[in-house]
């Protein structure tokens, strides 16, 4: 079975009580490895990474199952979660690969199928606004109990008080801080983007902004179609506002048409969204930045520009 590699197939093995039928490698992931792994019960899908951060699965299925409990959107069961122990890329390299289990997470397979679009739609939007109206904050902060991750980067969660506040400090200042060691702010790139953390306080000045839970990865390629029903995927969740989700939706596009009319008058976004959303949009453009590099920072410039940066 060389699709998977030899411990973690033994690993699968041992919790299924049974070797697996059969595996198949899944395209898509820019950052794990994936396969759908057939079994006696029926398809399930592991993903796993040999030189993943501590926790990088924990974070996901902590993410998954918050989704769950929201009751808006459905995600995939979450069947098993492990993380390597330290030192597994190292003995991977070395060739010693059949002696270290991978990080991994096992998950139930959910297979897309076409449906009536202008329905999936309506459910996508609806569900997404039912979700950011009624799974908020208990403790009325924004964050999280647990850092998390954004892609393959670190994602900081540790509570504020207010939105602006968590916004420039867990969001925008950490992902200047790494493109500034990942050496992508040469010139005066650097304290440009400084002069708009510093404007940030003003320009969200007048929102009424309230935490709810984000899925805080949601672009085309984390959410699927199984006939009219959505499936959200790898989330990167925490307690914020709503509009950072819809800028990021609006800012690489791919969701089925009807969907933002169906979100708006489920949930309709404030007068003042428009105005806000270059800035909200600026902390995934630099996420991307640090994760895909120069061909993002035309698109973080048009923000700098926008706020006279």
Not at 22 to 47: E, F, S, Y
Request: charged residues 20%; negative net charge.
């Amino acid at each position: 079975m060389s699709v998977l590699p030899p411990a973690l197939h033994d690993t699968i093995t041992q919790l299924l009580g049974a070797a697996p039928q059969g595996a198949q490698a899944l395209a898509g992931g820019m950052i794990n490895q994936a396969a759908r792994v057939d079994t006696a019960h029926g398809p399930i899908v592991v993903k796993w990474n040999s030189d993943g951060p501590p926790g990088f699965f924990a974070a996901e299925a902590d993410g998954l199952e918050r989704l769950r409990a929201a009751g808006a959107l459905r995600v995939p069961k979450i069947l098993a979660v492990s993380d390597a122990p330290a030192g597994a890329a190292l003995l991977a390299s070395l060739n010693q690969e059949s002696a270290v289990t991978p990080s991994f997470i096992l998950m139930e397979y959910l297979l897309p199928m076409p449906g009536d679009v202008e329905e999936f739609a309506r459910r996508f939007g609806e569900g997404l606004a039912h979700q950011h109206r009624t799974a908020t904050s208990e403790n009325g902060l924004f964050g999280l109990e647990r850092d998390n991750f954004i892609g393959a980067l670190p994602q900081p969660n540790a509570w504020r008080m207010t939105w602006p506040d968590f916004y420039r400090e867990r969001r925008l200042l950490p992902q200047v801080t790494i493109a500034s060691r990942l050496g992508r702010l040469p010139g005066d790139r650097e304290s440009r983007l400084h002069r708009l953390l510093d404007q940030v306080d003003t320009i969200l000045a007048d929102g009424r902004f309230l935490p709810c839970l984000l899925h805080g990865d949601l672009w085309s390629g984390n959410f699927l179609q199984q006939s009219e029903d959505p499936i959200v995927l790898d989330p990167a969740v925490y307690y914020g506002d709503r509009e950072v989700e819809l800028a990021y939706i609006q800012l690489f596009g791919g969701f089925p048409p009807g969907f933002l009319e169906a979100y708006q008058s489920a949930y309709p976004l404030p007068g003042e969204y428009l105005l806000r959303r270059p800035l909200h949009q600026l902390y995934p453009l630099l996420v991307h930045l640090n994760m895909f590099g120069e061909q993002y920072w035309p698109q973080v410039e048009s923000v700098l520009a926008r706020y006279g940066c």
